[in-house]
């Protein structure tokens, strides 16, 4: 045997044994993912399989040069493995990795540091070995409904993505582990921004910030979905240089509305939840406006309604009577202190997402009325 020949039999054994597992693969030319069923031309066979996606665990799914290799692991406990031409490799991929997990988190990522550590696992930022790109994982141990329950959420919003939401991009089970791959938003939490750049939120800003987390929380309940999260550190700018990139995170507290067992469950943060869930009363999406109402008092003032002094206890009694105190002194406009009224109202004539977006305090005239103001101020700035 030729020394050529030796080293293209070398070459075959190499993407061999990278191919090989217990399983022989399927050579497959193409894969099409329609709804929630995947069909497989196998040109061998000239047959079409059907695959319902229900019926699929994890997937693992490699890409070698001119092949992809996918495995998908059944519910039922078994496997079968696919190699896919590139084209249809690609295009089904893009498809699919929003609607079944992978497995191979470690081998597809590097972690590059901790963002938070959290209740049940932690978020780190990432890097992708295959495309180089940096990302967010959240990894959270499957051990509670709540994180399914999270996921689920997850996946309904990646197939129904919005500009103000943050959408998952793939998800991985691995070691009994959930985890969820987001984009990283460079530009920090709301929280941050404020702390960073108190200075820099001027009005306008606010009114944009606003309308974003609106429009987002409009097709979250659209979707029927209730966050019941709504606080500073769950909204998210994707730059820090575009306060039109925000991005409402964290579904660990959502629930679809039609969940109707749920909606006495009590959570969300204290200090922003609504006076109808400390009292253990039926709630709806409106909670998620009295929370938003805190958001907006502090972009507008720069501090939170109930004084930072004032501990869990005292905060939960005021919000349980929905005495709040609204920092007037700071909130001149006349409209955003309507609006903001509205907003914290008890839950039956509270206002809808739809009915806040509507309000006069987004009309543009006033838009532009603030900017002139703004120019005017500048203009006529004392320089002492
Ligand atoms: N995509 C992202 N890009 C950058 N940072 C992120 C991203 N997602 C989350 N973070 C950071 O991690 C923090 C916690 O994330 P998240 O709210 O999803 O977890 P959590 O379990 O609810 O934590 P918490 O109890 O703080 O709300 C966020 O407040 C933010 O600082
Ligand atoms: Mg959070």
Excluded at 14 to 32: C, D, E, G, H, Y
Excluded at 84 to 111: C, H, M, P, W
Excluded at 171 to 190: K, V
Excluded at 287 to 297: E, G, K, R, T
Aim: hydrophobic share 35%; net charge positive; with cysteine.
């Amino acid at each position: 045997m030729s020394i050529k020949e030796l080293e293209s039999q070398e070459k075959s054994q190499i993407l061999l044994n990278k191919i090989s597992s217990a399983i022989a693969p399927f050579q497959v030319s193409n894969l099409i993912v329609k709804g929630n069923c995947i069909e497989i031309y196998e040109s061998q066979y000239n047959q079409i399989l059907k695959i319902n996606i229900d019926d699929i665990y994890k997937m693992t799914w490699i890409k070698f040069d001119c092949i992809h290799e996918v495995t998908f692991e059944y519910k039922k406990n078994f496997q079968e493995k696919y190699l896919i031409d590139n084209e249809s490799g690609s295009r089904s991929f893009d498809v699919l990795k929003t609607k079944v997990a992978q497995s191979n988190f470690t081998n597809n990522y590097q972690r590059l540091e901790t963002i938070k550590q959290i209740q049940n696992g932690e978020i780190i930022k990432c890097h992708s070995r295959v495309n180089k790109q940096i990302y967010v994982a959240k990894i959270q141990r499957n051990n509670h409904f709540m994180i399914d329950r999270e996921l689920q959420i997850n996946l309904y919003i990646a197939q129904h993505p919005h500009e103000n939401v943050a959408s998952i991009i793939e998800y991985y089970f691995e070691n009994d582990q959930i985890i969820l791959i987001y984009p990283y938003f460079s530009g920090g939490t709301l929280n941050q921004h404020v702390n960073s750049n108190a200075s820099d939120i001027n009005m306008i800003k606010v009114k944009s910030i606003m309308k974003q987390i609106l429009s987002g929380l409009n097709h979250i309940h659209n979707l029927g979905i209730i966050h019941r999260d709504i606080k500073m550190d769950n909204i998210m700018l994707e730059d820090i240089y575009d306060h039109k990139s925000i991005r409402i995170i964290d579904f660990g507290f959502s629930t679809f509305k039609e969940n109707l067992s749920y909606l006495c469950e009590k959570c969300g943060t204290i200090g922003y939840f609504a006076p109808e869930i400390i009292n253990g009363k039926h709630y709806n999406e409106k909670c998620d406006i009295y929370s938003l109402a805190q958001v907006f008092h502090v972009l507008l003032t720069g501090n939170p309604m109930f004084d930072r002094n004032m501990n869990t206890q005292q905060i939960i009694r005021l919000s349980k009577h929905n005495l709040f105190a609204i920092d007037y002194r700071n909130v001149k406009d006349k409209k955003a202190q309507h609006l903001l009224f509205k907003m914290l109202d008890f839950q039956e004539n509270r206002y809808t997402v739809v009915q806040c977006r509507e309000h006069s305090y987004f009309n543009k005239a006033q838009n532009l009325q603030l900017k002139i103001q703004s120019v005017e101020t500048f203009q006529f700035k004392s320089p002492f």
